[in-house]
């Protein structure tokens, strides 16, 4: 069974910092990975798709990278903002289901 | 990507009564998912709504407590029934097809607290 795992469980930067969220998954045969984020007590809203024969993705200040070899991806953010505050999830399609991360809360102090 | 509206986003209900969740989405969908995300947890997977035929729930989730209907490809609910305090959650619903580039997407999720 595919097991995805987040490292940090939490984490808090000062504003304007650059940083970086893990995400780890133990079967490599997927579809996609997505990245999501989500704010306290809502759904889930999607910030980048990564297919499997893709090697990374950019929207923004964001920039998502996949190794699906080594069974990893990152979650880079840019000149972090408060507004950056939130939960972030990974999930990997393994085309008959989707398997979730812990998350990583990523607090940015001003 | 598809957007799809969740309803109640919010509900207190008394124990032993069941709440009925809807998830309506605006285009055609394969594969519609129920998930569970207790306090501070990642989501669980409760069932796949297969359309037409029995939800396919996921091991320690039964029928009877979480019956789900999905008449078409754009609609499914989720009931939760006979509800205790352990059953308060954010439930939330989701959609996605198979296939390399199909990205999943989400419900704005239900809040429910039994008291």
């Known amino acids: 069974k595919q097991e995805v795992t987040q490292i940090p469980a939490a984490l808090s930067v000062p504003e304007g910092e650059n940083l970086v969220l893990n995400c780890s998954f133990t079967d490599s045969a997927i579809y996609n990975l997505q990245w999501f984020r989500q704010d306290p007590g809502k759904g889930l809203t999607s910030l980048l798709l990564i297919q499997s024969s893709q090697r990374e993705q950019t929207s923004g200040r964001l920039n998502a990278s996949l190794d699906k070899s080594s069974g990893r991806s990152t979650l880079y953010i840019a000149a972090s903002q408060p507004g950056d505050s939130a939960t972030y999830l990974c999930a990997v399609n393994t085309g008959n289901q989707f398997y979730f991360g812990t998350g990583t809360s990523l607090t940015v102090i001003p | 990507s598809a957007v799809i509206s969740q309803k109640p986003s919010r509900d207190i209900c008394q124990r032993g009564t069941s709440l009925t969740i809807q998830c309506q989405v605006d285009s055609q969908v394969t594969m519609m998912f129920w998930y569970r995300q207790q306090p501070g947890q990642s989501l669980t997977l409760i069932a796949t709504?297969?359309?037409?035929?029995?939800?396919?729930?996921e091991s320690g989730f039964v029928i009877d407590k979480f019956p789900i209907s999905r008449p078409n490809l754009t609609f499914s609910t989720l009931t939760v029934s006979n509800m205790s305090p352990e059953d308060s959650s954010i439930y939330l619903c989701s959609g996605g097809g198979q296939g390399s580039g199909t990205e999943a997407f989400f419900g704005q999720g239900t809040r429910l607290t039994v008291v």
């Open positions: 709504a297969n359309q037409g035929s029995e939800a396919t729930y």
